[in-house]
Nanobody, 122 residues
Framework: QVELVESGGGLVQPGDSLVLSCAASGPISDYGMGWFRQALGKEREFVTAIGARGIGPIYPNSVKGRFTFTGDDAKNTVYLQMNNLTPEDTAVYYC????????????????WGQGTQVTVSS
């Protein structure tokens, strides 16, 4: 079992950058990790995922080239670097973990953080 705590959300302007952090209570290398987001009134959306044991990140077209998923094994923390933000990126962002593999479907993840709000507005 692993606990996840996100941080770093806030209010930014279009074109700005933001880094979200997700601190895990255990070794992140043991888990597939993902980021999802949910805008008000919409379904939860896949943002990025990285597999256990260093399997590389994947991104949907909506964030590819703007978002980067990295991890720091020493700190048991993963990060979501978000650049060139737009109002369409406004959502609650969730960190998630699964015991193995890498997945884009939220139901495959067994552990979730509480979420952090990102608002992009001028």
């Amino acid at each position: 079992q692993v606990e996840l705590v996100e941080s770093g959300g806030g209010l930014v302007q279009p074109g700005d950058s933001l880094v979200l952090s997700c601190a895990a209570s255990g070794p992140i290398s043991d888990y597939g990790m993902g980021w999802f987001r949910q805008a008000l009134g919409k379904e939860r959306e896949f943002v990025t995922a990285i597999g256990a044991r260093g399997i590389g990140p994947i991104y949907p077209n909506s964030v590819k080239g703007r978002f980067t998923f990295t991890g720091d094994d020493a700190k048991n923390t993963v990060y979501l670097q978000m650049n060139n933000l737009t109002p369409e990126d406004t959502a609650v962002y969730y960190c998630a973990a699964m015991t193995d593999g890498r997945a884009i479907l939220d139901w495959e993840y067994g552990y979730w953080g509480q979420g952090t709000q990102v608002t992009v507005s001028s």
